[in-house]
């Protein structure tokens, strides 16, 4: 049980277009989910944090106009990356969690090249 | 704000062997989550363990166990009888306990990357 998946696994795309990333919890519902950003070799930073309903919370230096999320379901969330530019390409990372449980269940990632 | 580090870069240990990884956190907060997550080359994000703040039994998950240090404010992650399939990176993360059970931010460290050798 809780799995979660992402779609799409790979995307490339021309500099200045939007890239939508949809993240998904197959047999749970997602009260909260979570977006983060990976660079090669480093660890995971959030990027924001979004409850099913609300508007997400992003982190400080995150730009909410540039990464929008939407999380208009208990099982879906998805990160559109608009204008992207090569400096977005990065590996991105979402999880979910269940109403009352801690723990996070992470989707398999989206390794985004932005030409 | 709290603050993982994680200070192992990389680590090496031979099949069947045991080794352990640290992880010191620091934090204000008395009630808290700790776990250890893998990553395989797979980048598939992987939970090994948790271990509860307000619990002083060390957690223990088949070959996995923790060293519980509250005081000193350390989360070491013990894998015996090391297997080549737990060649990964491995990350510790800190998470605020919410009342409500829900799940807050994870704070991770930088990572340690494990190499398992014949």
């Known amino acids: 049980g809780a799995v979660v998946s992402q779609h799409p696994s790979w995307v490339i795309c021309k500099s200045g277009t939007s890239v939508k990333i949809e993240c998904r919890s197959l047999d749970f519902q997602a009260t909260t989910m979570f977006w983060y950003r990976q660079f090669p070799k480093q660890s995971l930073m959030l990027m924001a944090t979004s409850n099913e309903g609300s508007k997400a919370t992003y982190e400080q230096g995150v730009e909410k106009d540039k990464f929008l999320i939407n999380h208009a379901s208990l099982t879906l969330s998805t990160l559109t990356v608009t204008s992207a530019h090569p400096e977005d390409s990065s590996f991105y990372i979402c999880?979910?969690?269940?109403?009352?449980?801690?723990?996070?269940?992470f989707g398999p990632g989206t390794r985004l090249l932005v030409l | 704000a709290q603050t993982v580090t994680q200070s192992q870069p990389e680590m090496s240990v031979q099949e069947a062997e045991t080794v352990t990884l640290s992880c010191t956190y620091d934090?204000?907060?008395?009630?808290?989550?700790l776990f250890w997550y893998k990553q395989p080359p797979s980048r598939q994000m992987i939970l090994v363990i948790r271990?509860?703040?307000?619990?002083?039994q060390n957690a223990t998950e088949n070959r996995f166990s923790v060293n519980f240090q509250k005081a000193a404010k350390s989360f070491s992650l013990k894998i015996s009888d090391s297997q080549l399939g737990d060649t990964a990176m491995y990350f510790c993360a800190f998470m605020m306990r919410r009342f409500t059970g829900t799940a807050s931010k994870l704070t991770f460290g930088t990572g340690t990357r494990l190499q398992v050798t014949l």
């Open positions: 271990q509860e703040a307000y619990k002083q």
């Open positions: 999880s979910a969690s269940q109403q009352g449980r801690e723990t996070q269940y």
């Open positions: 934090t204000s907060e008395s009630n808290y989550y």
